[in-house]
């Protein structure tokens, strides 16, 4: 799986975002292997070429897994929870 999320600065969302990767279990039945991409817009691309990129992203974080857009961080945990890589229990 190829995880690609596009983060701002002092984003509440983005950094929730982070922590949630931050938690990503080897839990695949299928042993595959989890690349993860933090993309900082105004530090490694700008504003402008993301908007031309993504002309259909609404906000931050944007994240693409495997090609496909998921949106923000709620879609983003909801796919990694049903997915198998994240759980809601405590450790």
Partial sequence: ???????????????QLK???LRLERIDPQDQ???VDLIKIGKD???????????????F???IVDDEHIGGLV???????????VSTKKK
């Fill in 1 to 15: 799986m190829h995880l690609k999320a596009y983060t701002t600065e002092n984003c509440f969302y983005c950094k």
């Fill in 19 to 21: 922590e949630l990767l």
């Fill in 33 to 35: 292997e989890i690349k």
């Fill in 45 to 59: 691309i700008s504003k402008e070429y993301f908007e031309y990129q993504y002309p259909d992203a609404v906000g």
């Fill in 61 to 63: 974080p944007y994240v």
């Fill in 75 to 85: 879609d983003t945990a909801k796919l990694l929870l049903r997915k198998g890589f």
